[in-house]
Structure formats: C-alpha cells, structure tokens
C-alpha cells in the first residue's frame, strides 16, 4: 500500500510538459544522427540530420583548394623568393620545408625521393595554416631564412620530421634554433 502511494506520488509529480521532453528524449534515442531542435523564428520542432550536417561541413572546396594552392602559397613563394639558379638550392630546401607539412609529415627521403602524397591535395585548414605563414613573411621581412625557419618549426610543432639531405642537416638545423632562442 505504501509502495502504491509512493509510485502514484512520482506519476502525480510529473507535468504534461515533463511527460513530453521524456516523449522528446526518447524519439531521439530512436533515431541514431537526428535530433530534434527548436527553430528560432517560431518555436516549432525541427528535425535535423546531425551526421549529414557534420559530413557537409567537413566536404572541402576543390576551388578553393586550387585558390589557395595556386593562387595563394605558390604563387606568393615564386613571387618573393629569391629567383635563379643561384638561389635553387635554398629554394627546394624551402618548399621541401613546406611540402612536408602539406603532407603531413611525410618526406621524400623516407621513400628514396618519392613522397607519396600530395600537398595540393591535403585539407584546406593545413593549407590555411601554412599560407597564413607565408602572407605574414610577405608583409614582413622577407628574408628566405626567417620563412625557412617558420616552417621548420611549424613542423617541429606538428611533431613532424624533417628532409635529410646529409650528415650535416641536423647540425644546420640545430645551430638555426640556437639563432631562435
């Protein structure tokens, strides 16, 4: 009798509107990705598709990648580095800097010259990330070392490694962040 009184006692504790947000809860359980929103402008119910909205968020732009890519990081790089066969050098050890962060990490001489990846393929935010580097060089100092270093430690910080070229690579590198601190 007691045990009656305590279960009439909760079912009489909970409101219409209470009965209806467990109503809500559940709906929503039943249906795995979708979820049940209210609309700003007049209240009313809206059911979303939360997978297909994080999946159309996460769809890149092929134009804006070309955009980026061509338009922004390489051309900005052809622009301001120095030009000539003089100056190759120092550029491929550059771009080698830079390609190994499109890439994520990987580096040609892992693979006996063959990265396998493509930098203008990789995700928009790395490509940001590195043209915010360069347009910030740009507007700087322009100096090829200081734009080197910059992707050094981009990819120091993204726990990446580095071109091997020889022996002495490391020891460039280290005297380079010696220069740093």
């Known amino acids: 009798m007691e045990e009656n009184n305590k279960k009439s006692k909760k079912e009489q504790e909970l409101s219409e509107a209470d009965i209806e947000r467990l109503q809500l809860l559940q709906r929503a359980h039943e249906?795995?990705?979708?979820?049940?929103t209210?609309?700003?402008?007049?209240?009313?119910?809206?059911e979303i598709d939360e997978l297909r909205q994080l999946v159309s968020k996460q769809l890149e732009s092929p134009e804006e990648k070309y955009s980026i890519y061509y338009k922004g990081i390489r051309?900005?790089?052809?622009?301001?580095?120095?030009?000539?066969?003089?100056?190759?050098?120092?550029?491929?050890?550059?771009?080698?800097?830079?390609?190994i962060f499109l890439n994520l990490g990987k580096r040609k001489s892992d693979n006996?010259?063959?990265?396998?990846?493509?930098?203008?393929?990789?995700?928009?935010p790395v490509m940001n990330e590195i043209l915010d580097i360069i347009i910030a060089w740009v507007g700087g100092?322009?100096?090829p070392f200081e734009l080197?270093?910059?992707?050094?430690?981009?990819?120091?910080?993204h726990e990446y490694p580095h071109e091997e070229y020889d022996d002495s690579t490391r020891g460039v590198a280290n005297a380079m962040l010696k220069l740093v601190d």
Do not use: C, W
């Open 75 to 99: 051309k900005l790089l052809m622009d301001h580095l120095p030009k000539g066969e003089d100056y190759k050098q120092m550029r491929d050890i550059i771009y080698d800097e830079k390609n």
């Open 38 to 46: 209210i609309t700003d402008d007049t209240g009313a119910l809206k």
């Open 31 to 36: 249906r795995k990705g979708k979820q049940l």
């Open 141 to 143: 100092s322009q100096n």
């Open 112 to 124: 006996k010259g063959v990265r396998g990846s493509d930098g203008r393929m990789t995700f928009q």
């Open 148 to 157: 080197y270093k910059q992707f050094y430690l981009l990819n120091e910080k």
